[in-house]
């Protein structure tokens, strides 16, 4: 059973940082594509960034390039997502998402990840 655990998430102020981490289980890493996604209330699901250990491949959303970074621990099965200069417009509930057809598409859309975390919600104070 494919299994993804979010952690990390809570209250930050603006400009702080955040690391959150995905801990899977249930499927061999290397396989999949592992990424991020956050849902504001009243808004879709988009995607932050995904990463492919097996391709050593990385992907972010364009207007987030530069200040998150998406990283993994093959040893620990896990991916995380560090978040730097956090507004409040950053505030959402963030997703973990993996799936083997999202290593093949390559893309930030929801509509492809087959299997989610519970979510961790993220609130940036101003």
């Known amino acids: 059973e494919v299994k993804l655990v979010e952690s990390g998430g809570g209250l930050v102020q603006a400009g702080g940082s955040l690391r959150l981490s995905c801990a899977t289980s249930g499927f061999t890493f290397d396989d999949y594509a592992i990424g991020w996604f956050r849902q504001a209330p009243g808004k879709e699901r988009e995607g932050v960034s995904l990463i492919s250990e097996g391709d050593s491949n990385t992907l972010y959303a364009e207007s987030l390039e530069g200040r998150f970074t998406i990283s993994s621990d093959n040893a620990k099965n896990t991916v995380y997502l560090y978040m730097s200069s956090l507004t409040p417009e950053y505030s959402a509930v963030y997703y973990c998402?993996?799936?083997?057809?999202?290593?093949?598409?390559?893309?930030?859309?929801?509509?492809?990840?087959?299997?989610w975390g519970q979510g961790t919600q993220i609130t940036v104070s101003s």
């Open positions: 998402g993996a799936a083997q057809l999202l290593r093949r598409v390559w893309t930030l859309s929801a509509d492809y990840v087959q299997n």
